[in-house]
């Protein structure tokens, strides 16, 4: 099983910053890419922030420029350093891990048990 512990959330106000981890641990096989996404009361979950192995960054439009996306890959962790937060950055963030468990497993999507951020305007 893999497991992925998340931190940094919490309360802050308009034009603060925080910063997430999330630390993967268990039966890893591989690892294809992590990922931040997030998901606000009443709305679907959505892409946040994502980083392959390569180092290659995708991030959603609303929050280009004020969020960055890292990762340790000999600590399978990866980190979301968000800048200039707005309230409607306000949603539970979870954290993503998209690899195999074992050789003999398909590449599945693993999740966090997520964490909130609250922007106070």
């Known amino acids: 099983q893999v497991q992925l512990v998340e931190s940094g959330g919490g309360l802050v106000q308009a034009g603060g910053s925080l910063r997430l981890s999330c630390a993967a641990s268990g039966s890893i096989f591989s690892v294809d890419a992590m990922g931040w996404y997030r998901q606000a009361p009443g709305k679907a979950r959505e892409l946040v922030a994502s980083?392959?192995?390569?180092?290659?960054?995708a991030y959603a439009d609303s929050v280009k420029g004020r969020f960055t996306i890292s990762r340790d890959n000999a600590k399978n962790t990866v980190y979301l350093q968000m800048n200039s937060l707005k309230p409607e950055d306000t949603a539970v963030y979870y954290c993503?891990?998209?690899?195999?468990?074992?050789?003999?497993?398909?590449?599945?999507?693993?999740w966090g048990q997520g964490t909130q951020v609250t922007v106070s305007s």
């Open positions: 993503n891990l998209r690899g195999r468990s074992s050789i003999f497993r398909p590449v599945g999507d693993y």
């Open positions: 980083i392959t192995n390569y180092g290659t960054t």
